[in-house]
C-alpha cells in the first residue's frame, strides 16, 4: 500500500488555512509466508512468516523553526549538498517500521493413529518475533525502538484410563462388593501445559540542540513470564487443578548496553529474573461412591476445595515497605 499528499490538499468545503501543510509521502509492503511449503509435506512442519517494512515521510512546507520561510527557499539557498541534506531531514518527520516474526512454529502429527506421548516433539511450539521502530522530527534526532519476543509452549493431553486392581480379584457379581470391585485410580495427569515467554524493549532517544546536557536516554524493560497447568483425574470421583503464574523482570543497568551490561543481563537469566507478582490456584473435588453402597445410593454427596495465593514484590525504591501477600479458599 502506499499514499501520496501534496501541500494544500483538501476537501473542497476546506478553507485554504485548514488545507493541509505539508507533503506526505507513505508506503507499506507487508506480507504472510508459508515457508514450510518448500518442505517435504510428510514432515508435518509448519513454518508461517510475517514480514513488514514501512516507511513515512512528511515534509512541512515551512522551516519547522523558522515559521515565516518556506523550506524550499531555505533548501534552494543552501550551496552545499550535505548540508542540504541536513537540513531537510531536520524538518521531516519520518517513521520507520521493520518486523519479522516467526509465529507458531511446530510440527503437526502425520501418523493420526499414534498415541501422543509426553515427550514427542508435536507438543511443542516456538515463537520468534523481532520490530524495529525509528523515527525523527525537528525536536528528536533519533528515536529508535527495538522488541524482541521469544516464546515456548508445551502442551500435552490424553485420555485418562483408570486401573482398577480388585476388579479381577473379586468374582462375585454382588453389589455389595462394587465399593472394593470398583476402587479405581489413574497415574497419569489428564494433561499438563507449560508456557514461558521472554520480552525485552529497548529504546534510545537522543534530541536534538540539547547543549551540554546529556542528549541520549534510554528506557529497558526485559520481562519473563511463565505459566503453569496442570489437570488430574486422580481417580474417576476425584479430580485436581492447579495453574501458576510467575512474572519476572531482568534487571538491566542504565546507561547504553556494553559488555558489562551484557554479562549482567546472562547472570540474571541464569537466576530466572526478580520475581514481581506470582499467582496460582488449586481447585479439588471428591464425589463420594455412595452408589455402591446398596443402603445408600439414592444419595449424592459431593465436596471442593478452592484454594488461591498471590505474591507482589515492592518496587526496588520501596523495599523497606515489605512485599505483599494474599490468599484464601473456599469449602463446599
Known sequence: SGDYSSIGWGS????????????????????????????????????????QISETFKTPEYDPYKYDIPLKDLLNAESDVTKRDSL?????????IKSVNLTNIRKERTDGAKKPKPW?????????????????DPTIENDATRQYRGALDYGYSSQPKYITPFKKLIKKKSKYWGLIKDFNFNPVPNSFNFNTSLNRKFTETTYRFA??????????????????????????????NFNATNNSVIDEPLGPVDDAAKQIIRENLQNFGRTKNYVHSFSASYTLPLKKIPALDWVQIKAQYNANYGWSAAALNLDTLGNVIQNGNSRQ
Open 12 to 51: 473542497l468545503e476546506q478553507r485554504v488555512a485548514e488545507r493541509s501543510r505539508e507533503e506526505i509521502l507513505q508506503y507499506d509492503i507487508a506480507g504472510n509466508f508459508q515457508l514450510d511449503k518448500f518442505l517435504p509435506k510428510d514432515w508435518g512442519v509448519r513454518l508461517p512468516l510475517y514480514a
Open 120 to 136: 514427542d516433539i508435536e507438543n511443542v511450539s516456538v515463537t520468534a518475533a523481532f520490530t524495529e521502530t525509528t523515527r525523527s
Open 88 to 96: 531537510r531531514r531536520q524538518a521531516q518527520d519520518y517513521t520507520s
Open 211 to 240: 547543549g551540554d546536557v546529556n542528549s541520549t536516554w534510554y528506557d529497558k524493560r526485559f520481562i519473563w513470564d511463565r505459566v503453569y497447568g496442570l489437570q488430574w483425574n486422580l481417580s474417576r470421583a476425584l479430580n485436581v
